[in-house]
């Protein structure tokens, strides 16, 4: 997919969470409310569990070590930790069973620099990870806006 394309794909789909609340489009609920738990069940079901979020994560993480736009990042990161990490992370923010232990995502992206540039780079590689799965456009829709929802955070807004 074109960057224009994924662009205006986050634009018109994962930016309309940014006030904290996941969009409507997709038939989704206010991130606030006790439905969340349930759809994000959904979407870790969905996508197949921990098999399909261990091998998506390992592609994603391919991916973004060859992004020059954000692969200076993790010259120095112990990349199975991250792996590992990053496994725990997106089990729990798709629904799976909670055993995340690290920091919140304000914390553990604090003090990069990240910028608008960073963020859509990242979310163009999972984008790309997602659709080379072959991941149903239902479940790339509202895992999409799950990514739009913790921007501010990964930027330190």
Known sequence: ??????????????VK???GALSRNYG????NN??????MMAVYDDIGGEAAVDAAVDIFYRKVLADERVSN??????MERQREKQK???TTAFGGP??????????GHSGMNLNEGHFTAVAEQLLATLEEL???QVSIDQIMTIVGSTKDDVLNR
């Open 1 to 14: 997919m074109a960057l224009t394309s994924v662009l205006l794909y986050l634009s018109s789909r994962a």
């Open 34 to 39: 006790n439905q969340q738990g349930e759809v």
């Open 73 to 78: 990042f993790f010259s120095t990161v112990n």
């Open 28 to 31: 989704l609920c206010d991130i």
């Open 88 to 90: 725990a992370f997106l």
């Open 98 to 107: 909670n055993n995340y232990t690290g920091k919140d995502l304000r914390q």
């Open 134 to 136: 072959k991941v149903p």
């Open 17 to 19: 969470v940014i006030d």
